[in-house]
């Protein structure tokens, strides 16, 4: 398949403006202001059929549409690059090698949608990307294709890099707002939704980085083109970024609705010699993990959910017969705890509860009843929280409890693990490091 | 120059530093993130006095802007050694082994999650994921990126680090 989204990412200069232009860059934002107006490209997008890259899978043309009827101004263009899904790294390597199809995406995003103030909500575990981002935005200032008067047509637009500082709930639209406006990132309720009421109380539009990036293509293309790429559903090309225990893990650009077997074995060479395929988890930590036998699923917004998992953000994590996933879901528990915004009871309370459970039963103390309350805890947190955080330690709980419980009962009655056969480190205590600052005295 | 006038021409710079983040964004409160890494640079860490400063400078109230600071991980809530390790954890880096790593830096310099060398030398933050999930185990020291660790590896690394 032709390369969309990491085009030209192997040349060493592919990050500088000259080499973006050379390789026909920021041809398609010249076309599009033009010689379309902004409705057409909003119907183009429309067309694609393109689904947000983020993880919800919301169809972006009518994010855009229903963005575009509001009639309050100014509207802003957010960019979401807070990445924070563990197991993800796929935007990566645009904001680091190809920021400038990021930014000619935005551009062209903000002339459609009459948007003049855009920001890239940058995670603060990537500075390399924010040095390179804040270089690209300045040269795309240096060439005139952001600021006044973007290409001698009366048609402006600033974009702002905003730095976020490790909170991964702030990749919620509504956390990032808060985040934005200077405030604790807990998530709001919707409605009213960000389109209509976001940002400063303004009409904001909030994609993806790899959404963003798929702006230049539709445009130039055309949305029916397009959406002939990958699955029905859930047209376009896809950036799988693929961890743990395959050959060669990496960033992929596949096309939707490939396989999960042919990604792991067509794409990143199988698992190491003599292991044996344990579990997949196929979107990021949120979603529910798969047994070996549904790797023959279709990987997109609409087959993942029919096998009781998410499609999530592409990010497959590999786990081979060397993995003990009590040791997993131990660390995954205490990553939601230490995420959890505190906002919602069910989940502040519910995520440490069940880190503690797992680890209790990982360092040989569990009972059978654990099991039992375990369960009871993640259906207690389902349903109950404001944002999907909870829901989705809940659901991951859940589907791992269903479909691995052999292991776990392993655990509690032998009080040891059946990968190396003795008990876990006991980090009840001593867990975290990250969080909880030390209070000054 | 005296020590007094260095210090004030210091909070001078943070001062037009913080103005001018003002330009880019329409409310006042939205310069915290930014001012809070911009303080955090000049005086080490996010102290009383440091967050005083951002209150001086913006109007918004101290204790709100602590209430935000502290809702970021990545701020530093106390003072740190002259270097710092930011080692991920999370499930990639589990699984390739990272808490042999983590076990390493506390025999070979005595550094523990969270703490800080007796020389003031390194400080050590276990992280959420960083983004680095296809060459576990991964760490940020200072913000430089290494990736694809082991304990020779980390041990050459740091040695960079004076």
């Known amino acids: ?345 069910p989940c502040r309370e519910g995520t440490g509860w069940m880190r503690n459970i797992l680890g209790r039963i990982g360092s040989g103390g569990g009972t059978d009843e654990d099991l039992d309350t375990l369960e009871d805890v993640a259906k207690n947190v389902a349903g109950k929280t404001f944002c999907p955080l909870g829901d989705g330690a809940a659901n991951v709980t859940l589907a791992f409890l269903k479909q691995y419980r052999d292991e776990i009962e392993y655990h509690v009655k032998n009080g040891k693990c059946p990968v190396d056969g003795l008990p876990h480190k006991d980090n009840r205590e001593s867990h975290g490091g990250q969080s909880a600052p030390v209070e000054q005295t | 120059m005296t020590r007094e006038e260095m210090e004030s021409k210091d909070n001078e710079t943070l001062k037009d530093k913080i103005t001018g983040m003002k330009r880019t964004y329409p409310s006042i409160q939205s310069v915290l993130m930014p001012a809070l890494y911009a303080v955090e640079q000049s005086y080490g860490w996010l102290s009383q006095d440091a967050i005083q400063e951002v209150s001086n400078h913006t109007g918004v109230p101290a204790a709100e802007i602590k209430g935000v600071a502290t809702f970021y991980s990545m701020y530093r809530h106390e003072p740190m050694g002259r270097h710092l390790v930011q080692l991920c954890t999370n499930v990639s880096c589990l699984i390739a082994g990272v808490e042999d790593l983590v076990k390493f830096l506390d025999k070979k310099y005595g550094l523990l999650p969270g703490g800080t060398t007796k020389d003031g030398r390194l400080s050590l933050c276990l992280m959420e994921c960083i983004g680095a999930c296809g060459n576990p185990p991964a760490m940020l020291v200072d913000g430089d990126a290494y990736d694809n660790l082991t304990c020779e590896a980390i041990e050459q690394i740091l040695e960079k680090y004076e």
Not at chain 1, 3 to 14: A, E, V
Not at chain 1, 271 to 297: A, F, Q, Y
């Open chain 1, 1 to 345: 398949m032709e390369k969309i989204l990491l085009k030209n990412i192997d040349n060493p200069d592919s990050a500088g403006i000259e080499e973006y232009i050379r390789a026909g860059g920021y041809k398609t934002l010249e076309m599009a202001v033009t010689q379309m107006t902004p409705r057409d490209i909003i119907d183009e997008v429309k067309n694609s059929g393109l689904r947000g890259r983020g993880g919800a899978g919301f169809p972006t043309g009518m994010k855009w549409q229903i963005a575009s009827m509001d009639p309050k101004f100014p509207k802003y263009l957010i960019c979401n690059a807070d990445e924070g899904e563990p197991g993800t790294f796929k935007d990566r390597p645009i904001l680091e090698k190809n920021p400038h199809l990021l930014i000619e995406g935005m551009v062209i995003s903000a002339y459609a949608l009459q948007s003049t103030r855009g920001y890239i909500y940058l995670r603060g575990e990537y500075p390399l990307a924010a040095g390179i981002l804040s270089r690209a935005i300045s040269a795309a200032y240096g060439k005139g294709y952001l600021g006044n008067d973007i290409l001698s047509r009366r048609f402006r637009f600033d974009l702002y890099l905003h730095r976020g500082a490790g909170a991964y709930i702030c990749g919620e639209e509504t956390a990032l707002i808060e985040s934005l406006e200077g405030k604790r990132g807990q998530p709001r309720v919707k409605p009213p939704f960000p389109v209509n009421a976001g940002v400063w109380n303004k009409p904001t539009i909030i994609n993806n980085v790899e959404t963003f990036a798929n702006i230049p293509y539709i445009t130039e293309v055309g949305g029916k083109t397009y959406s002939k790429i990958g699955s029905k559903d859930s047209p376009g090309p896809k950036l799988f970024s693929v961890s743990g225990k395959v050959v060669k893990p990496g960033v992929y650009e596949l096309p939707m609705g490939i396989t999960l077997r042919e990604i792991i074995y067509g794409h990143c060479g199988g698992l190491m010699e003599g292991r044996t395929l344990k579990g997949v988890i196929p979107g990021g930590v949120s979603t529910p993990i798969l047994t070996p036998e549904k790797i023959d699923c279709q990987m997109d917004f609409v087959h993942l959910s029919k096998v009781g998992s998410l499609f999530g953000s592409g990010a497959v994590i590999v786990f081979d017969d060397t993995v003990c996933l009590v040791k997993v879901y131990e660390r995954i528990m205490q990553f939601f705890e230490h995420e959890s915004c505190g906002k919602c009871v």
